[in-house]
């Protein structure tokens, strides 16, 4: 049993290496190093030489897939010992089981095994039928099949005549052909490649216009988008829609005569009849519900896909530093509400103004927003795009020509703001503010810090997909925490600063060492250098291990706790700078910037074998030396800030404008334009070049020059092109 279970993994291992295109070795090391509890950013950050170098994205795919063969794994084995103690395994049955490479594949082989509820053909069996069954099955020339059914009939065990006895074989019969795992899963796959989605619009139900697309709506199963299969699921459980899927009978049937009928069968037409009860009974609509659920499972993770997709460069927008930023959250009836924060992100003054309808308090509204402007220093306002957004913003841009000082604004996607600010967590950070202040507080951090103040938020109260409330939760939380758990520990995060939240997702830690963090600081004041997170109640060596090197200490003890460098290579990073008669010193006063150049003139392989690391784990510490307190997203391109807007009645088919990826879903991007509304670009309208996804060219944050094709003031819909921009379009853009 042993060397079995050996063996196993061992499959396991490889097929992870052969589908992964990794060595067998680097397979091995990535399941040992997840097995003990090693962090996933941990294991793409420190672990380079033990992984090949993988990414934190490639090692999440890893993990995913590994777990599923794991599980694959262990239900054979649960199968194999079921069937075993049954005392029906055959080596053919054995083989067709370690030979299953799905789920779905193993459950058809158990099938004929598993304990049946009550059926017509259990029913028939307990009447003592199965020699009957047994002989159509056999096809025998020689019987006499209703003179066989005569023997079977029986007061004693209900069987009142020979036509009975014949149907209940021929149940048997039938549940015996569904049971067929190699003919289900020829029939599934003719299903998947050749069938047909079908829908029916339920006109009656009130949502029903909704769904008037799919009025009558027929696609073949293979080609249909995952965007699609959602929105007919959705249509479906609304009861607004009608579903079913379709199939050439004909084909399928075909496929059945030819594993159950023999040639020259005496039972031909008698078989040929039971295949079509057991088609049209037992195979197609299990069948179908195992590709409806297929279908779901693939758009599902194809959605949640996109998620990830958008969320990742959402969370790694540039942060604006060492601004002052009013934040602006947008009301008509209760008022605008207003919040000043300084550099770091605290609260400066609060207000609220009353510029939008009903009130229309303008000029009240100007000199509240000036004195606080003039008082603080503002550089910028950041407004939220929810209700009332146009109306502000019309104020803001108004305001902002009438400044004795200059400054912009910036419209900032609003999307979770209110659920942070009804939440536990909003409440303990202002206990005295109401929730729409929080809210203004949320969105001016926003813009100055997107992946600090979006960490609060639950990740799938974000918006940057579709469907997220059909989305199994569990997976989609697990995949965008994922996201969140490799954004953050990818930036670092400042021990002496960070919130509970951010210092949550770091590597190694969790929501109760975080706050012990947070407690020693208010006890003990400035941690000064990475040891003395050994002194925090409940982190380890081993979550110091996964933490250490993505916490960073400003100013501290050693400049070396302002990089990514992890303490465990301090002693290689020290002799890398002796090396080249420099000392930390050096990285303190930024006079290291040649030390790339001086490495690869004296060879990587050599130096790195001289300070006792890999040539990945060099090209690191050389990279953090340079710039220590580095934050990769100071490299993005930053917000844009504007002074004056357009409305969507100002939108005429030509103009030249630029605008904001907000989002990319499967069949296009929504594009920020500064309207209030964001326009569409069609995938059809994105490239020159054939793309098959959006993604592929396009993600959140990047900005794109856009033309208007079309502008549907009734519907607030706005097309928009990418590809058709000419030179001369460029010239004529708004804003030149």
Avoid: W
């Avoid at 079908?198 to 249909?224: F, G």
């Avoid at 604004?409 to 109401?434: H, I, M, Q, R």
């Avoid at 939380?477 to 021990?495: A, F, H, K």
């Avoid at 074998?609 to 040539?615: F, M, N, T």
């Amino acid at each position: 049993m042993q060397q079995r279970k050996l063996k196993k993994i061992m499959e396991i291992n490889e097929l992870l290496a052969q589908e992964f295109s990794m060595s067998l070795n680097h397979a091995n090391n990535i399941i040992a190093l997840m097995d003990e509890g090693a962090t996933i950013p941990f294991i793409a950050r420190y672990r380079k030489e033990m992984t090949g170098s993988c990414d934190d994205q490639t090692l999440r795919a890893f993990y995913d897939r590994l777990n599923y063969l794991r599980n694959l794994n262990e239900r054979k084995e649960s199968v194999i010992g079921i069937i075993t103690e049954q005392g029906n395994m055959t080596e053919e049955i054995m083989n067709a089981l370690n030979n299953a490479a799905t789920l779905t594949e193993i459950e058809d082989i158990y099938r004929p095994f598993k304990p049946k509820r009550k059926t017509r053909a259990t029913v028939a069996v307990a009447k003592g039928l199965q020699p009957l069954a047994d002989a159509i099955i056999k096809q025998d020339k020689s019987v006499d099949l209703m003179a066989l059914a005569e023997t079977f009939v029986s007061e004693e065990k209900d069987v009142k005549s020979s036509e009975e006895a014949l149907q209940g074989a021929k149940d048997i019969v039938a549940e015996s052909i569904s049971d067929n795992a190699n003919l289900r899963k020829i029939l599934r796959e003719m299903l998947q490649k050749k069938g047909f989605v079908q829908c029916k619009l339920v006109e009656e139900e009130e949502n029903a216009p909704t769904y008037e697309m799919y009025k009558d709506y027929n696609s073949p199963i293979d080609k249909m988008p995952s965007h699609r299969i959602l929105a007919i699921n959705r249509g479906e459980n609304e009861k607004c829609l009608k579903v079913s899927l379709t199939l050439n009978e004909e084909l399928a049937l075909g496929e059945i005569y030819k594993e159950t009928i023999k040639k020259n069968s005496p039972y031909e037409q008698l078989l040929k009849e039971i295949c079509q009860d057991s088609y049209d009974r037992l195979i197609f609509p299990s069948i179908e519900r195992e590709v409806r659920n297929e279908m779901t499972d693939r758009a599902n993770e194809q959605a949640i896909k996109m998620f990830e997709v958008n969320l990742r460069p959402l969370l790694m927008q540039a942060p604006l530093k060492d601004k002052v930023i009013l934040g602006l959250d947008p009301a008509y009836r209760t008022g605008c509400k207003i919040a000043v924060i300084d550099n770091h992100g605290n609260v400066l003054d609060t207000a609220v103004v009353y510029p939008t309808p009903p009130q229309n308090k303008i000029e009240e509204a100007e000199a509240t927003l000036t004195k606080l402007i003039m008082k603080h220093d503002v550089d910028i306002i950041s407004i939220g795009n929810g209700t009332a957004t146009k109306e502000s913003e019309i104020f803001v841009a108004n305001l902002i020509k009438k400044l004795p000082r200059k400054v912009t604004y910036a419209v900032v996607n609003e999307a979770g703001a209110s659920v942070y600010s009804a939440s536990k967590l909003g409440a303990a950070e202002f206990p005295t503010f109401d929730v729409a202040l929080r809210s203004a507080v949320s969105i001016a951090r926003r813009l100055q810090d997107p992946l600090a103040e979006l960490i609060k938020i639950d990740v799938k109260s974000i918006g940057v997909g579709q469907y997220q409330h059909d989305m199994p939760q569990n997976r989609l939380t697990e995949v965008l925490e994922g996201v969140v758990e490799d954004c953050v520990n990818s930036v670092g995060v400042d021990v002496n600063t960070a919130s509970p939240s951010l210092l949550g997702y770091v590597s190694g830690l969790n929501s109760g060492i975080a706050k012990s963090i947070v407690e020693y600081r208010k006890e003990n004041g400035k941690i000064n250098n990475r040891q003395t997170l050994l002194k925090v109640n409940k982190l380890g060596n081993k979550a110091f291990e996964q933490c250490a090197g993505f916490l960073r200490i400003v100013d501290g003890d050693n400049v070396l706790d302002n990089t990514g460098v992890h303490p465990e290579s301090y002693e290689a990073a020290n002799k890398l700078l002796k090396l080249f008669g420099m000392t930390t010193s050096d990285v303190s006063n930024g006079n290291v910037k040649h030390l790339a150049e001086l490495v690869a003139a004296k060879g990587e392989e050599s130096v790195a074998k001289e300070i006792g690391v890999g040539v990945p784990t060099l090209t690191d510490i050389v990279n953090d030396l340079i710039k220590p307190g580095r934050d990769i997203r100071d490299e993005l391109p930053k917000p844009v800030l504007k002074s004056e807007l357009l409305g969507i009645e100002n939108l005429k088919p030509g103009m030249v404008i630029d605008g904001v990826v907000r989002n990319v879903i499967d069949f296009g991007v929504f594009v920020d334009i500064s309207v209030h509304q964001d326009g569409l670009v069609h995938i059809s309208e994105i490239s020159k070049d054939y793309i098959k996804h959006p993604s592929e060219v396009l993600k959140v944050g990047d900005i794109v020059t856009v033309k208007v094709i079309g502008v549907d003031l009734a519907k607030k819909r706005i097309s928009l092109t990418i590809k058709g921009v000419t030179e001369e379009d460029l010239a004529n853009k708004v804003g030149n």
